[in-house]
């Protein structure tokens, strides 16, 4: 064993069918029924969600399904968990989509589900985000002044955990 | 919608598509042609470049009715047979993929540089040209260096 895995270059198995184009990625899968997501994004750093109205999405041909954050918790899915708390580490609630505020540029506030990728995405732009702009931070350090805006309702500074000292 | 002839890795093709099918779409889901990726959706990442006529190009930026009348070659159409394009090769004897979800970006993009540049390449031309492509699990350290090393013997043999 040791002449055959010991100071020798190691060639892998699965290299040739990646350097031939034959690995089978998720994204190469096609399952009967597949149908494809495509995003809703929030243009504002800060902002509540006053409204999102999906009816014209849903309408669009080929669309199967829309869904929001705040459907997405009455259907019983809870915050995401964090995977390494440190001792007295803050944990505002997260979830995959923003329910009735988005707190960054891009947060996802709804999924367009289609038969296919090209009429998801038609139909993202379809649904209509009614926000109230709110003033946000967007440098470290004057979120830690006080008084700065905390980004979750959760907690009352935007300092989530001290690690060490300052 | 259209109807799109092209050459794809020497067989001729033809397939109806809307006029806003991305090359990436024609090959990967009309074609069944997958060792194409899409890698990022923005036309950053690179896995997705393939050869028209020869040259390097993002099919993920391509309509494909852009490569009408065009021959186009993918990654499955490089190997000769069973036997491997000296780029390919390249990137298996210097350990340059782990996830090889990148890799066919990677190596049709490394065989146009070294016909771009004729097989002489050194380490700074080789990450200057590389900037379009983008790796997520180790870093470009033996991607160079297969790159380099697939030019010094395409260079032998030329």
Excluded at chain 2, 23 to 29: E, G, I, K, S
Aim: hydrophobic share 40%; charged share 20%.
């Amino acid at each position: 064993m040791a002449t055959r895995y010991f100071g020798v270059a190691m060639k892998r198995r699965e290299d040739p069918r990646f350097i031939t184009g034959r690995g089978t990625y998720v994204d190469d899968l096609t399952l009967p029924g597949l149908a494809y997501a495509a995003m809703v994004r929030s243009p504002h750093a800060h902002a509540r969600i006053r409204a999102i109205r999906k009816e014209k999405a849903l309408q669009h041909p080929g669309v199967i399904a829309v869904f929001t954050g705040r459907d997405m918790v009455d259907s019983g899915v809870k915050s995401l968990p964090c995977g390494w708390l440190l001792p007295g580490m803050k944990l505002p609630p997260h979830y995959p989509m923003a329910v009735d505020k988005v707190r960054h540029v891009g947060e996802i506030v709804a999924v367009v589900i289609a038969e296919d990728r090209y009429t998801a995405e038609d139909a993202a732009r379809l649904v209509e985000v009614e926000y109230e702009v709110l003033p946000a931070v967007a440098d470290g350090a004057k979120a830690l002044q006080p008084g700065a805006l905390a980004p979750s309702c959760a907690s009352s500074s935007n300092l989530c955990s001290m690690y060490g000292s300052l | 919608m259209s109807t799109v002839k092209l050459t794809v890795n020497g067989k001729a093709v033809s397939a109806d598509v809307e006029d806003r099918t991305l090359l990436v779409h024609l090959l990967r889901d009309h074609l069944g042609l997958t060792g194409t990726h899409v890698g990022c959706d923005t036309s950053q990442c690179g896995a997705c470049v393939v050869h028209i006529d020869g040259r390097a190009v993002k099919s993920c930026t391509t309509l494909a009715v852009q490569a009408s009348g065009s021959s186009v070659t993918t990654i499955e159409g490089l190997a000769k047979g069973d036997e491997l394009h000296p780029m390919q090769a390249a990137f298996r004897d210097n350990h340059g993929l782990q996830c090889g979800y990148c890799t066919p970006g990677m190596i049709m993009s490394a065989v146009d540089i070294v016909h771009r540049y004729g097989g002489k390449l050194d380490e700074a031309t080789v990450r200057h040209e590389l900037e379009g492509n983008i790796c997520r699990c180790t870093g470009y350290h033996n991607i160079v260096r297969a790159v380099r090393y697939a030019a010094e013997r395409l260079r032998v043999q030329a």
